[in-house]
């Protein structure tokens, strides 16, 4: 039913996008502006950090009004930690934005993503908005994507079509994150968009729902952000009655597949990592608890770098499923590591084919199943290796 | 009113101990006894996994009776994941221990740390047993605190004496655990024990405030292992009456000082690490609110790699505040990084002194001041740097 289609927001009709630097990094294009041609509804997801960033701060709140006319988006800078003086120059380019294309400055949403404690450099930037509204284009979903990056290696973005009652939809996206790897800018940063009609709290349930089962079963490397947030504009340009019914079912799943692809980008993305490994936890009473259990595989230190060293150290696994806390039937449990059983009914299964096992163990994909056979709940979650790598950029990223 | 000694669990009347090698370590002492001249009362605190190793889930039961003759520690083998046999194992070595003591089984305690998901090697232990009973003397002491270690650089233990109400009484202890570094065997092990005369509720309640402000406020690597203990006997030696009023006041604050120094010591152990932070939250609504804050900085990737590249990067400590999620004022946020203001009243510090800021984060030992200027509680977290050695180690630790 769904369709992967090669491109991003590019092939969502009402959009036009632009790029330019400002000399915010220290090379290469550092501010982005998405533009709707006409008003569109939109929902936001952020970061539950307590201390959120100013762009994050102000675009919750331009978001009431759920309509948005544009996103600006600079890299190099989180505008976090800056006090009322940063919520001011978050404001500043808002009001910036909105005077150009003449609409209210709650129509312009913000992200921002970078050094925490610095204040934005606001001249360049505001000097810089005119051209770059001018200059949106249907061409500038590209250079858009490129201009979000930091430690990112690469532009990650999705798109992928469907089709219920006759109509055809689309649905478009771009985001910023980088793995395991990824100084004070662990940010995680996406843009999406349909041409399908939806209201404003549609998208936001919508949104909540797939984030929930995507971006939020990537582990990074455990850091919550001051500047995560997730945009989805819906334009209204397939000229569709607005989504419900089975129609709504389409989309929800089409939304999710999306997400799925643009998380799973981040994951590879991470320049330190050299291992990817999906935890799943099956047969749970809930899915809250296959969650819990699979994240607290995911966010084990020494399960991480186990798995960079390709060593099948299932023990840790088990260690970390313990951990989670979550009553389990210790009799009932199974664990197959990269697709062999090691330990079953709460037991290790003798004769282990050791060679077999630590030959699987070193693929560039490792899967861990963790099989409590209590229910029928499942959950999965990725996540990459701890790297050498991963210590030495980390530990050598200036202030 | 409280004063250190040089020693162990040796100071403490009533305890002979010894120890000796059965081979379950490639290398060293591998079995530890510790006896009571006459049962002592006793309590627990163990592991909150839902995993919990077999020697956790026979102590347990043995607990109940509140009476301990001897503990029987092993080394190289966590008897984890081993399933009822597992537990078969445990309760045979128990019931050796009993019967050449002439005790019953539940009076004998266990104690595990090594690989999980491989059964103990049983013969060689219970034939070393009558050895070790026979063996037992004031002297053993030193010997046990060895054998307990596995990839623990040194032993330790700490004693403490204090007065009061005219009586003298005693505090002696015996830990293992390293650091950052420790592949499947992050386990923490402690053995304590007071001359002072307390029956088994008491010290349960003693026990779980001190573990609670000590060793709970250290974060190895986060991971929580299936086979963490601490024991408390007391032997009633000193012939005092049984601890009540003042006296109970007095004996906390020793355990408390007893448990901090073990701790640290073991904080101080990483193989792997480099430098060592403690994290302080002050001015809090609560201790739990300060905890949960002072934790997540403790355990945040990106300032533990920042701390071991010497980096005072602040903007990860005020990253890893607000993914505590607790409710904080930001305006009244201040930090302090290694005794230099960077950050004040929820605005970063002008004019900071890099220079002197970058010398003192190359220091042994960095503090962080988390002001929240909220209320009048405080916790302080020890923690290690995350090294490149940690990760090589872990990785290439094989199964």
Same mark, same amino acid.
Request: charged share 20%.
């Given at each position: 039913?769904?369709?992967?289609?090669?491109?991003?927001?590019?092939?969502?009709?009402?959009?036009?996008?632009?790029?330019?630097?400002?000399?915010?990094? $220290?090379?290469?294009?550092?501010?982005?502006?998405?533009?709707?041609?006409?008003?569109?509804?939109? $929902?936001?997801?952020?970061?539950?950090?307590?201390?959120?960033?100013?762009?994050?701060?102000?675009?919750?709140?331009?978001?009431?009004?759920?309509?948005?006319?544009?996103?600006?988006? +600079?890299?190099?800078?989180? +505008?976090?930690?800056?006090?009322?003086?940063?919520?001011?120059? =978050?404001?500043?380019?808002?009001?910036?934005?909105?005077?150009?294309?003449?609409?209210?400055?709650?129509?312009?949403?913000?992200?921002?993503?970078?050094?925490?404690?610095?204040?934005?450099?606001?001249?360049?930037?505001?000097?810089?908005?005119?051209?770059?509204?001018?200059? =949106?284009?249907?061409?500038?979903?590209?250079?858009?994507?490129?201009?979000?990056?930091?430690?990112?290696?690469?532009?990650?973005?999705?798109?992928?079509?469907?089709?219920?009652?006759?109509?055809?939809?689309?649905? !478009?996206?771009?985001?910023?994150?980088?793995?395991?790897?990824?100084?004070?800018?662990?940010?995680?940063?996406?843009?999406?968009?349909?041409? $399908?009609? $939806?209201?404003?709290?549609?998208?936001?349930? =919508?949104?909540?729902?797939?984030?929930?089962?995507?971006?939020?079963?990537?582990?990074?490397?455990?850091?919550?952000?001051? +500047?995560?947030?997730?945009?989805?504009?819906?334009?209204?340009?397939?000229?569709?009655?607005?989504?419900?019914?089975?129609? *709504?079912?389409?989309?929800?799943?089409?939304?999710?597949?999306?997400?799925? *692809?643009?998380?799973?980008?981040?994951?590879?993305?991470?320049?330190?990592?050299?291992?990817?490994?999906?935890?799943?936890?099956?047969?749970?009473?809930?899915?809250?608890?296959?969650?819990?259990?699979?994240?607290?595989?995911?966010?084990?230190?020494?399960?991480?770098?186990?798995?960079?060293?390709?060593?099948?150290?299932?023990?840790?696994?088990? =260690?970390?499923?313990?951990?989670?806390?979550?009553?389990?039937?210790?009799?009932?449990?199974?664990?197959?590591?990269?697709?062999?059983?090691?330990?079953?009914? !709460?037991?290790?299964?003798?004769?282990?084919?050791?060679?077999?096992?630590?030959?699987?163990?070193?693929?560039?994909?490792?899967?861990?199943?963790?099989?409590?056979?209590?229910?029928?709940?499942?959950?999965?979650?990725?996540?990459?290796?701890?790297?050498?790598?991963?210590?030495?950029? +980390?530990?050598?990223?200036?202030?």
């Amino acid at each position: 039913m769904i369709r992967t289609l090669e491109g991003g927001l590019d092939l969502v009709e009402g959009l036009r996008a632009s790029a330019c630097r400002v000399g915010i990094k $220290a090379q290469g294009l550092d501010l982005a502006l998405v533009v709707c041609d006409e008003a569109a509804s939109v $929902a936001g997801v952020f970061t539950t950090s307590s201390l959120p960033a100013a762009p994050v701060v102000v675009s919750r709140k331009h978001l009431v009004q759920g309509r948005c006319r544009a996103v600006l988006i +600079n890299s190099g800078n989180a +505008n976090a930690g800056t006090g009322p003086p940063g919520e001011q120059d =978050a404001r500043a380019c808002a009001q910036a934005v909105a005077e150009v294309l003449g609409c209210p400055a709650q129509e312009v949403l913000l992200m921002s993503t970078g050094l925490i404690g610095v204040r934005l450099p606001l001249e360049p930037i505001l000097e810089a908005i005119p051209g770059l509204v001018a200059s =949106a284009s249907a061409e500038g979903f590209q250079a858009a994507a490129e201009a979000i990056l930091t430690t990112d290696t690469r532009p990650k973005t999705a798109a992928v079509e469907w089709s219920t009652g006759g109509q055809t939809f689309r649905l !478009g996206g771009m985001a910023k994150g980088a793995g395991m790897i990824a100084p004070h800018m662990a940010t995680m940063l996406a843009v999406l968009a349909t041409d $399908a009609r $939806a209201d404003s709290p549609y998208l936001e349930d =919508a949104l909540r729902r797939a984030v929930e089962r995507t971006f939020n079963r990537i582990t990074v490397d455990g850091d919550l952000s001051t +500047n995560d947030s997730v945009f989805l504009l819906a334009t209204g340009k397939s000229q569709a009655p607005a989504l419900e019914g089975s129609a *709504s079912q389409a989309f929800f799943e089409a939304l999710e597949e999306l997400c799925r *692809s643009l998380a799973r980008q981040i994951v590879l993305d991470g320049e330190g990592s050299t291992r990817l490994a999906s935890i799943t936890v099956a047969r749970a009473e809930s899915e809250a608890q296959a969650l819990k259990i699979a994240q607290s595989v995911a966010r084990s230190l020494l399960f991480k770098t186990a798995l960079f060293g390709g060593d099948p150290n299932w023990g840790r696994v088990l =260690a970390a499923v313990g951990a989670a806390r979550e009553t389990i039937d210790p009799e009932k449990l199974d664990i197959t590591y990269a697709g062999v059983p090691v330990f079953r009914s !709460g037991r290790p299964v003798e004769d282990l084919p050791l060679d077999e096992l630590r030959q699987k163990a070193q693929a560039q994909e490792v899967s861990i199943l963790i099989d409590l056979q209590m229910g029928s709940a499942e959950a999965t979650v990725l996540t990459t290796d701890l790297s050498v790598e991963y210590v030495r950029f +980390n530990a050598h990223y200036t202030t």
